[in-house]
């Protein structure tokens, strides 16, 4: 049956318990440094650092009329906050086994935990205890493969890639 709990959900307004909210609207400015260097006409290694920006917001909770007090905003959820980018820092090396050719790969260090720093609450389950949401740091790989056809009239390039990426969902321990 509708709305019972092995029914399909059921998802008139009346039904709303609550509702949490985030808007805004920001920019800023951030940095990235890198470094390469030559090792020959076909090793190369480089390093990078990026210093991502955050981005203001406001998050609101509110009762919605399947609560025992409709309408009304819990005042310790939600409120401004920070969105923080993680930062990176990485390695890489590249091949270059003929002109044409180029086989890279780079290790990247993400700071997810930049995510969780400063984190806005909008659960009750965790009211208080905002110490207890956490994102843990992950090593990404990166491989990648580029073909450059350079003797056509209009040289073209062709990309093939793939890396592995860290399972980074903010979680609650």
Request: aromatic share 14%; no cysteine.
């Amino acid at each position: 049956l509708t709305g019972n709990h092995f029914g399909p959900a059921d998802f008139l307004p009346g039904n709303i318990f609550n509702s949490q909210t985030q808007e805004g609207d920001d920019s800023a400015l951030a940095w990235t440094l890198g470094v390469r260097w030559q090792i020959d006409s076909r090793w190369s290694l480089g390093a990078v650092v990026r210093e991502a920006p955050s981005f203001d917001f406001r998050a609101v909770f509110t009762n919605g009329p399947a609560s025992d007090s409709p309408g009304t905003v819990e005042a310790d959820l939600g409120g401004r906050g920070d969105f923080r980018i993680p930062d990176v820092r990485g390695i890489g090396v590249a091949f270059h086994p003929f002109d044409e050719l180029v086989i890279a790969f780079d290790w990247d260090r993400v700071e997810y935990s930049d995510m969780s720093d400063e984190l806005l609450n909008l659960l009750r389950v965790g009211r208080g205890e905002r110490r207890l949401f956490r994102a843990e740091d992950a090593d990404e790989l990166h491989l990648g493969l580029e073909y450059q056809w350079l003797r056509a009239r209009w040289p073209v390039s062709f990309r093939l890639g793939g890396w592995y990426d860290h399972d980074h969902r903010i979680r609650y321990l």
